[in-house]
């Protein structure tokens, strides 16, 4: 059993209740660990997702950047109530209106 069974289960399971198609690759040092394609990248003409599947892509950085700021909150780098401007001085003298 691989590694990442549990992975391609969860992934298929999304196509199977209804996503189109998802695709999901790990990587670490630059080495790609996993890859798998699952479903359609066009679901009317019945072409398989693959690695060249183009993704529209919408306000996605805001997971990754909050996700990433939570991290730093558990291992202590910062407080939630800290002003934005210690990290980032631009902020100081912005204002909203």
Do not use: H
């Amino acid at each position: 059993m691989s590694r990442f069974d549990d992975l391609s289960k969860l992934l298929s399971g999304f196509v199977t209740s209804g996503l189109p198609g998802c695709a999901c690759a790990l990587a670490k040092d630059g080495e790609i660990l996993w890859e798998g394609y699952f479903g359609y990248a066009d679901l009317e003409r019945k072409i398989p997702m693959n690695e060249t599947s183009v993704f529209r892509l919408a306000s996605m950085t805001k997971v990754i950047i909050c996700t990433a700021a939570l991290i730093l909150y558990e291992r202590g780098q910062f407080l939630l109530s800290d002003p934005v401007y210690e990290y980032i001085p631009e902020y100081k003298e912005t204002y909203v209106y």
